[in-house]
């Protein structure tokens, strides 16, 4: 049974930044793609950003790119997800995705494994 745990979202202004983590257990984290998805109130979940398992490749969505930096460390089974800038439109519930076969890394359906998710909060 893979869990996910995602930790770190909280309040915070705009212009401030926030580290979310997530923590993963239950399968060999380095055989696992990982994404970050966002969901706000009466919005569908939208797509945030992706890294492959070794880490040579990430991708985000054109809304948080250049704010936004997703990284993780195979040692400690965690992936990050490093936003800066925020804004209010950031606002929403923050999502850890992890996939061991990539299709199409923008595809909530793509990913098997989801953390319960983490509040992010940006007050203008």
């Known amino acids: 049974q893979v869990q996910l745990v995602e930790f770190g979202g909280g309040l915070v202004q705009a212009g401030g930044s926030l580290r979310l983590s997530c923590a993963v257990s239950?399968?060999?984290?380095?055989?696992?793609?990982m994404g970050w998805f966002r969901q706000a109130p009466g919005k569908e979940r939208e797509f945030v950003a992706h890294i492959s398992r070794s880490s040579g490749n990430t991708y985000y969505a054109d809304s948080v790119k250049g704010r936004t930096t997703i990284s993780r460390d195979n040692a400690k089974n965690t992936v990050y997800l490093q936003m800066n800038s925020l804004k209010p439109e950031d606002t929403a519930v923050y999502y850890c995705?992890?996939?061991?076969?990539?299709?199409?890394?923008?595809?909530?359906?793509?990913?098997?494994?989801w953390g319960q998710g983490t509040q992010v909060t940006v007050s203008s």
């Open positions: 239950g399968r060999t984290f380095s055989n696992l793609a």
């Open positions: 995705a992890a996939t061991a076969q990539v299709t199409y890394v923008s595809d909530w359906k793509a990913y098997n494994y």
